[in-house]
């Protein structure tokens, strides 16, 4: 991780801000995924929401910043997250006062789910994470940064793969093992949507992806002339 840092000694405002509006949402993500809601009969986590956003900046880290900037925001994200973990933790072992006790119960029981919902997500979350950046940067090589040819067809392929390991990891940690609430064919049919409804998601955003992404190279390779 120092190389990464050495490496990148003159970091853009625009890299900045890409890289936290990255943390807080695998944050968020992390926080809402232990709610579900219902989907058309179906249950879903909340953190289908927010979390395709990660995959989506994933994607534009490693087309204008490279592999490695892309790995590194993961480790800064990962960080974040243990550290909310941590913070949740110590939270929960706090004494209160008797008539605060039903309150402070609720927010233990809430945050005591975050915590083990968390730690599976964490866990999927950097699996998915490094299949997402190697299959883009696999379809990447040889081309230069500002080479946009097929850069769709690689955003969508690699979070495909990311979001297919995220969810074979992370669904059945949390539902099956953490809080056995759903059966293996729910949690089967659970995946089966939600990778569906994120690749769907990250299609029909997908312009908006490429000009954001053409638009960060444009600035950061007009900074750099």
């Known amino acids: 991780m120092k190389k990464i840092f050495k490496q990148q000694k003159n970091i853009s405002v625009t890299q900045t801000l890409l890289t936290i509006l990255f943390t807080v949402a695998l944050v968020i993500s992390n926080i809402i995924s232990g709610r579900t809601f219902n989907f058309f009969g ?26 490695k900037w892309s790995r590194l925001t993961c480790y800064i994200a990962f960080t974040c997250n243990l550290l909310a973990v941590g913070v949740f933790a110590i939270v929960n072992s706090l004494p209160t006062l008797e008539w605060m006790q039903e309150t402070a119960n609720a927010f233990n029981t809430l945050l005591g789910g975050i915590s083990a919902s968390t730690f599976a997500s964490l866990i999927a979350y950097v699996v998915g994470d490094f299949m997402n950046d190697k299959v883009f940067v696999a379809m990447q090589k040889g081309s230069k940064a500002t080479n946009m040819k097929g850069f769709g067809l690689r955003a969508i392929l690699s979070s495909l793969v990311g979001e297919l390991a995220d969810s074979f990891i992370y669904l059945p940690l949390a539902f099956c093992v953490f809080n056995p609430i759903m059966s293996v064919s729910e949690v089967l049919k659970m995946i089966a949507i939600q990778v569906s409804l994120k690749v769907a998601y990250e299609i029909m955003i997908l312009p908006l992806t490429t000009i954001v992404t053409k638009k960060v190279l444009s600035i950061e390779y007009k900074q750099g002339e």
Do not use: H, W
């Open 42 to 67: 179906n249950t879903m986590t909340s953190a289908v929401i927010v979390f395709p956003i990660t995959y989506i900046l994933s994607d534009v880290f490693s087309q204008a910043y490279g592999y």
